[in-house]
T-cell receptor, first 113, second 114 residues
Framework: EPEVTQTPSHQVTQMGQEVILRCVPISNHLYFYWYRQILGQKVEFLVSFYNNEISEKSEIFDDQFSVERPDGSNFTLKIRSTKLEDSAMYFC???????????FGPGTRLTVL | AQSVAQPEDQVNVAEGNPLTVKCTYSVSGNPYLFWYVQYPNRGLQFLLK??????LVKGSYGFEAEFNKSQTSFHLKKPSALVSDSALYFCAVRGRGGGNKLTFGTGTQLKVEL
């Protein structure tokens, strides 16, 4: 069964550094998402992406964040200058042609020191 | 704004007994509703969804959920719990008015004991 994959599984970085989190959505899906889950808290929406542009973003998704689909398979989340409070589990998700269910990857745990 | 409430942080049930994990929602118009399960150090795994039609929805691993519009609830149920069902369960809602973002509840830890 096709799955969303994410790399790396764990990323440790110093405050102020840039990080790129990578995702490979399910191959025939057209809608892509990033969510995050701070330890012990609920899953929060960051951004959705369709047809090579952001279709919706939350107030968390400020200028420090960006997303890109650099080729036909990868979907990336970049954090330009990480802060301590960016430490969280970041989940990528994708949807087929007709949403609404979203299929999630295993997550990347980001630790900012 | 859409929101989800899961009133129980933890539900304990004996193996073989029925289980219920509660969820209520708030959204403009008719909702799309979902249940996801998260095992330790794993991602969110889709269990089931309500889109339209029959209020009783069946999903993976013997789980089902009942949509109740008047009570704005979407409780997750299983007739006979297994120890392997122990995990963190999230309810999520999405409105139909445009935008695909899911809004999640805070999660309910299900513990099934022998």
């Amino acid at each position: 069964e096709p799955e969303v994959t994410q790399t790396p599984s764990h990323q440790v970085t110093q405050m102020g550094q840039e990080v790129i989190l990578r995702c490979v959505p399910i191959s025939n899906h057209l809608y892509f998402y990033w969510y995050r889950q701070i330890l012990g808290q609920k899953v929060e929406f960051l951004v959705s992406f369709y047809n090579n542009e952001i279709s919706e973003k939350s107030e968390i998704f400020d200028d420090q964040f960006s997303v890109e689909r650099p080729d036909g398979s990868n979907f990336t989340l970049k954090i330009r200058s990480t802060k301590l409070e960016d430490s969280a589990m970041y989940f990528c998700a994708s949807s087929p042609r007709q949403p609404p269910e979203q299929f999630f990857g295993p997550g990347t745990r980001l630790t900012v020191l | 704004a859409q929101s989800v409430a899961q009133p129980e942080d933890q539900v304990n049930v004996a193996e073989g007994n029925p289980l219920t994990v509660k969820c209520t929602y708030s959204v403009s118009g008719n909702p799309y509703l979902f249940w996801y399960v998260q095992y330790p150090n794993r991602g969110l795994q889709f269990l089931l969804k309500y889109i339209t039609g029959d209020n009783l929805v069946k999903g993976s691993y013997g789980f089902e959920a009942e949509f109740n519009k008047s009570q704005t609830s979407f409780h997750l149920k299983k007739p006979s719990a297994l120890v392997s069902d122990s995990a963190l369960y999230f309810c999520a809602v999405r409105g139909r008015g445009g935008g695909n973002k899911l809004t999640f509840g805070t999660g309910t830890q299900l513990k099934v004991e022998l």
